[in-house]
């Protein structure tokens, strides 16, 4: 199993950018593919982003995609994602999670996930 920490959460105005990381201690994280989940109050977990092991493929909810960027750094086990331009409505708590290989959009894919960090975006 993969342990994952996210970092980078905080709080930001509207129109302001983040950039979250989510490290791994697993020697072979080159070869999980990463999603990026998030939960607001009162709402399901949803998929954000997803990248391959390889950073081949990256993969992005509708509602983020031209604003948020996933990436990743194989030597340095972490995952990041750039969020630019933020809404009030992204604000939620952020999860990372690692399954081999290929991410999905389905939560129950993942077996590893991190503890969640928090994003709250202000009017």
């Known amino acids: 199993q993969v342990q994952l920490v996210e970092s980078g959460g905080g709080l930001v105005q509207a129109g302001g950018s983040l950039r979250l990381s989510c490290a791994a201690s697993v020697r072979t994280f080159g070869s999980y593919g990463i999603g990026w989940f998030r939960q607001a109050p009162g709402k399901e977990r949803e998929f954000v982003a997803g990248?391959?092991?390889?950073?081949?493929?990256?993969y992005y909810a509708d509602s983020v995609k031209g604003r948020f960027t996933i990436s990743r750094e194989n030597a340095k086990s972490t995952v990041y994602l750039q969020m630019n331009s933020l809404k009030p409505e992204d604000t939620a708590v952020y999860y990372c999670?690692?399954?081999?290989?290929?991410?999905?959009?389905?939560?129950?894919?993942?077996?590893?996930w991190g503890r969640g960090t928090q994003v709250t975006v202000s009017s």
């Open positions: 990248i391959t092991w390889d950073s081949s493929r990256t």
């Open positions: 999670a690692a399954r081999m290989y290929q991410p999905t959009i389905l939560e129950h894919d993942y077996g590893s």
